[in-house]
């Protein structure tokens, strides 16, 4: 679809039909290039005041322009009265309206337009040049609405208009973000051509020598007339053609659709895997008289896998562990407003930790989190519902249910069935109904659906626990101590038991379903503040004492020790249940409670906390002290990691742990004088030393046979000085959507990190682009993501840049006071 965005644009889009037409005659694939384009820029958005706007919009509406995806939450202010509680972030909803003016080309009005939301939070309904088209009240789930009966061709506008309505609250047990935060696409077919999520590819069976390739094609024909056309499939690896399905011919009558079903063979397969995730692309072409009128692309992955029983996960015939993490949504500061790049460094984070599964928790992902889960390799479990008919807060999806469930779980599994990265379905998340018969009786529901569009891939869900067992700390959440089956992992219905928790449970497993393979869905709780430490490490603290009772204790500041000591009641430290999991096959992995902070949820504590305690990595992406530990473990990367910082006040006992890997020992030196060795015994997963803190250098060396392996430092800083600056690529596209993520040190005058600074730091930028989010990491901050300073936490801080749309130089600069600034320049091309 060739779209005017105004008046001024008419010149831009001449240009670009010309380069269409030009590309189109030396390459047959890149007329297709718009069947799908990007409809994010020029939105205006009004956000009601709820006393004076109530549900309408009029003349006076004042407008703002923007692009999305767009996050209103985030823009707002923190509220210990926000109606979605701490744990939604302590940031309110509200009610928005977006609008759009375009023009759409007259050589279109012959064909089929549509217009698609990856995402809208939530309860969205549209109109089109005043037709209502919708409305879709699940946040998390794209959608499609055809268009092309009420637009206007040529020189006349067309007006889009979008109400959003987040106001009842809370309907989020975490923070959601509200708006159009997902992508918007317009998408442009013949009236010939290949439906929405159109295709769904499976291999059904995969040798080394050859892979059986079965491609299932939705084809529509909105035509007034019979259509008679080919069908053809070609399979390329990259560049490369390496297979072809058997030619279609057939006549379709009008205004109808079917399914058309091919076969190919792909001889040497090259597999994905997690160490090489490899793709596929099929493109599916549909012909009428010779002429190709729809082109559409599958990307997908030859791969074989199965969950054993007694060896754990099999992919591609090896047995390997799922090392995952469960994520929610939210990109930190930059809201649940979806951006490939942040999604990108996310998994660069957790790759480099030795992260390999990813868990979707608890709801349809973005696309692009997918897309980027196939490229990187990423074992995902994705999940539908945090809920299903029973509500957990008074306006959550639990009010939809009825209604939706069932289109919504089947355009999830029509749209993500076809990536390679997905391994296993979770139908719900610690769901109510888990506990009686109407669970079961809905279980059913939804596990015939799932496997009506998809049995390749095995049913699970997240069950707190499966299993109630007369164990130390099981029992906390249960009045019963006899051994008792979780109705719903009774059930049969499930292809794995998905356990949430209850590690002392796991060992017992396949006593406990001796024919079900075991899943860790979710695991661990552990709880840290990066950069704060107690001074007594080897105690484990169970925060808050009950899951519902207000927790009291706790340390001044809302901080939570960074050793790993503390943890949920129902969870465990992150050593714990690793130690379980690592030690038997049939265990086949497990997704930790979580990959980095988000904001709400702030357990054990509430307000002024308004962002989590869970992540291994925190709210600015920077990892704690416990992402070590996994790496160690995780990875063949040899790793030697000491902490804590070494500032403290003489003579005070201090613990000092060390991570690593890859040697027999580890010797500590302070000063330059022995404190002794340490090697870790039976399962350990650290050492440690407790020694009274002198100031100057603390010095750790690993060795392997005696010989040196890797060696660390770390020195008592003096008083902050300066500032530094340190971006993770110096370079990005100047396309308005690309980002450069900028770490602030806070450093001594000899350059050593200030562990204790907590300076505020300005921020000022020069060039085509803008800063579009701060952070420190701390769960206490009440400080505007979306302002131009921020105060660091443990001598850091983060600076998100994005690109505008034209090339040269961005140029940040960080000010405090009383330190030397630090300017970083960013080229955008």
């Known amino acids: 679809m060739h779209i005017i965005k105004n008046i001024k644009n008419i010149s831009l889009w001449a240009v670009a039909a010309g380069v269409l037409f030009l590309n189109s005659c030396a390459k047959k694939e890149d007329a297709f290039v718009n069947r799908k384009v990007s409809f994010n820029a020029d939105w205006s958005f009004h956000l009601n005041d709820s006393i004076v706007d109530k549900d309408t919009i009029g003349a006076s509406t004042k407008w703002r322009t923007l692009d999305v995806p767009h996050d209103w939450s985030i823009e707002g202010k923190f509220d210990e009265k926000s109606p979605g509680g701490y744990g939604g972030g302590s940031l309110n909803g509200g009610l928005g309206w977006y609008k759009k003016t375009f023009k759409v080309a007259a050589e279109d009005s012959t064909k089929i337009t549509s217009i698609t939301f990856d995402g809208v939070y939530r309860n969205s309904e549209v109109w089109v040049n005043g037709h209502y088209l919708g409305k879709r009240p699940n946040g998390y789930i794209g959608f499609q609405y055809e268009i092309t009966p009420y637009l206007n061709y040529g020189d006349k506008n067309n007006e889009i208009i979008v109400k959003v309505d987040n106001s009842k609250q809370p309907n989020s047990r975490w923070y959601s973000g509200s708006g159009i935060f997902r992508n918007v696409w317009i998408e442009t077919t013949d009236k010939l051509h290949v439906g929405q999520w ?224 997905i391994f296993m379905w979770s139908i719900g998340n610690e769901i109510p109904e888990q506990w009686n018969e109407k669970g079961i009786e809905i279980a059913k529901e939804l596990a015939a659906i799932t496997r009506q569009y998809d049995k390749t891939r095995p049913l699970t869900a997240g069950m707190n626990p499966p299993v109630n067992m007369n164990i130390d700390a099981v029992t906390l959440q249960f009045e019963k101590k006899d051994v008792s089956i979780n109705p719903l992992a009774g059930s049969g219905v499930l292809d794995l038991i998905g356990y949430n928790y209850a590690h002392q449970t796991f060992e017992h497993h396949l006593k406990n379903f001796p024919k079900t393979p075991f899943i860790a869905t979710e695991t661990t709780s552990g709880l840290q503040t990066r ?242 989010g701060v952070c420190s990491g701390d769960p206490v901050s009440h400080e505007s993501y979306k302002g131009n300073k921020h105060t660091a936490l443990a001598g850091k801080c983060l600076v998100i840049v994005q690109s505008g749309d034209k090339s040269g130089r961005l140029e940040l600069t960080a000010k405090a006071n009383g330190l030397k600034q630090s300017t970083i320049v960013i080229t955008t091309e």
Not at 284 to 298: A, G, L
Not at 690 to 705: C, H, M, N, Q, Y
């Open 198 to 421: 159109g295709t769904y590819v499976t291999t059904p069976k995969v040798t080394p020598e050859k892979a059986s390739i079965n491609i299932e094609n939705r084809i529509q024909n909105d035509h007034s007339e019979s259509k008679k056309f080919t069908l053809v499939t070609t399979i390329y690896k990259e560049d490369k053609k390496v297979g072809s399905a058997d030619v279609i011919e057939m006549t379709l009558t009008p205004k109808s659709g079917t399914l058309l079903n091919v076969k190919a063979e792909i001889e040497s397969p090259i597999l994905w895997s997690v160490e090489k995730p490899e793709l596929y692309t099929a493109v599916t072409e549909i012909s009428v008289d010779d002429k190709i009128v729809d082109q559409y692309k599958t990307t997908f992955g030859i791969r074989d896998f199965k969950f054993d029983l007694n060896k754990g996960f099999i992919l591609n015939g090896k047995q390997v562990k799922i090392k995952g993490v469960c994520m929610h949504h939210d990109l930190g500061p930059l809201g649940s407003a979806i951006n490939t790049r942040a999604i990108e460094r996310q998994l660069e984070i957790l790759k480099e930790m030795g992260v390999n599964g990813i868990r979707t928790s608890h709801n349809p992902p973005a696309p692009e989190l997918l897309d980027l889960c196939d490229k990187m390799g990423f074992i995902v479990m994705d999940e539908a519902f945090d809920m299903w008919k029973q509500n957990k807060t008074k306006y959550d999806y639990a009010n939809d249910w009825d209604k939706w469930h069932k289109k919504d779980l089947v355009d999830q599994l029509r749209r993500d069935r076809n990536h390679p990265s």
């Open 531 to 772: 950069g704060y430490y107690d001074a007594v490490s080897d105690t484990i603290k169970k925060w808050p004492i009950r899951w519902d009772l207000k927790f009291t204790e706790g340390n001044p500041g809302n901080t939570v020790s960074a050793y790993d000591q503390v943890q949920t009641p129902w969870g465990s430290t992150h050593e714990a249940t690793w130690k379980i999991i690592k030690k038997h096959d049939f265990l086949a992995g497990m997704y930790v409670w979580t990959g980095f902070d988000y904001i709400g949820e702030p357990t054990p504590y509430e307000w002024p906390s308004v962002s989590s305690y869970f992540g291994i990595v925190d709210l600015a992406g920077f990892p704690k002290d416990v992402y070590y530990m996994y790496q160690s473990e995780w990875t063949n990367k040899t790793v030697l990691h000491v902490f804590p910082h070494w500032n403290w006040k003489a003579g005070q006992t201090v613990d000092v742990w060390a991570y690593y890997n890859n040697a027999d020992e580890v010797e500590l030196f302070v000063n330059g004088k022995s404190v002794g060795k340490r090697s870790k015994k039976g399962d350990d997963l650290h050492v440690m030393w407790r020694i009274p803190f002198e100031a100057g250098t603390l010095k750790v060396i690993s060795r392997k046979d005696g010989k040196v392996v890797l060696e660390k430092e770390i020195k008592t800083a003096g008083n902050p000085a300066q500032l530094k600056l340190t971006a993770d690529r110096s370079t990005i596209k100047a396309d308005k959507n690309d980002l450069s993520f900028i770490t602030v040190d806070i450093l001594d005058v000899k350059g050593t990190l200030a562990p204790n600074a907590n300076n505020e730091i300005n921020f000022s930028l020069k060039g085509n682009g803008k800063i579009v």
